[in-house]
């Protein structure tokens, strides 16, 4: 997600990062999301590892002032975070032969003040599923992307 020119019809682009394994793209990141106009909508913490055994990304929006604030010092343990992610697994061989599939887990982390613990109202519902739909969509358009399949 270096300079994806399109997420959900925002521009992203990678402000800093920092390694967190060998191999490079295992690292935490700072995002910037811009709307059309080039205006900052929102700044996500992100982190991605990779092994052998399965891949996931981590992701958490973080407002400016915040982010600031902890990069200047500022202790970030009364900062709350609600991150969301997916990890993407291999689905195991069947008998003797290679995986051919994956499994994907999505969790999400949202704040709905119109919901209740007995009732979600239809226009949230309606926000949820867009919004797993949507990322299903990004997953699989980025796993299946061939330079991403180096092809």
Do not use: W
Request: proline share 7%.
């Amino acid at each position: 997600m270096i300079g994806s020119p399109d997420c959900y019809g925002h521009h992203v682009r990678e402000t800093g990062y920092i390694d967190n394994g060998c191999d490079h793209g295992n690292r935490v990141s700072i995002l910037e999301v811009k709307s059309t106009e080039d205006q900052i909508v929102v700044i996500l913490l992100q982190e991605s590892y990779t092994t052998l055994t399965g891949s996931y990304v981590t992701f958490a929006p973080v407002e400016a002032s915040t982010l600031d604030m902890i990069l200047n010092g500022g202790s970030p343990e009364n900062v709350p975070i609600s991150p969301s992610g997916f990890s993407i697994l291999p689905d195991g061989p069947k008998g003797n032969e290679r995986s051919t599939g994956s499994l994907v887990t999505m969790a999400f982390q949202t704040l709905d003040t119109a919901s209740s613990a007995t009732y979600i109202p239809p226009d949230s519902v309606a926000t949820i599923f867009k919004l797993v739909m949507d990322t299903a969509e990004c997953i699989k358009a980025a796993m299946f992307n061939p330079l991403n399949l180096g092809t």
